[in-house]
Nanobody, 127 residues
Framework: QVQLLESGGGLVQAGGSLRLSCAAS????????MGWFRQAPGKEREFVAA????????YYTDSVKGRFTISRDSAKNTVYLQMNSLKPEDTAVYYC????????????????????WGQGTQVTVSS
């Protein structure tokens, strides 16, 4: 399995921005479809964004469309989540996930489809 390490979380005021990074190691990063999920206190983990191996296809949950952007850099073995116009309801622990995938165009929104997970990074948005 690929190992994943998130970074970039922190405390930000509402309306601010953060960029999360997820560095992959141990396997060929370009063979993996990637996703971001989050878990707020007292809630179940939920899907945020996904990107295919090829980067040609991305998908977002409705609540972050137009504010968040997922991208990947295969040269750096890293997937990013740029988060703009942050809201207090975006407060959560953010996790990246990876799925070994043959089809370069596939992406996944269900967490059970992912093989590997990072430890998470805390994002706190103050009002």
């Amino acid at each position: 399995q690929v190992q994943l390490l998130e970074s970039g979380g922190g405390l930000v005021q509402a309306g601010g921005s953060l960029r999360l990074s997820c560095a992959a190691s141990g396997r060929t990063f370009s063979n993996y479809a990637m996703g971001w999920f989050r878990q707020a206190p007292g809630k179940e983990r939920e899907f945020v964004a996904a990107i295919s191996r090829s980067s040609d296809r991305t998908y977002y949950t409705d609540s972050v469309k137009g504010r968040f952007t997922i991208s990947r850099d295969s040269a750096k073995n890293t997937v990013y989540l740029q988060m703009n116009s942050l809201k207090p309801e975006d407060t959560a622990v953010y996790y990246c996930a990876a799925r070994f995938e043959f089809n370069p165009m596939n992406y996944y929104i269900r967490q059970e489809r992912y093989d590997s997970w990072g430890q998470g990074t805390q994002v706190t948005v103050s009002s």
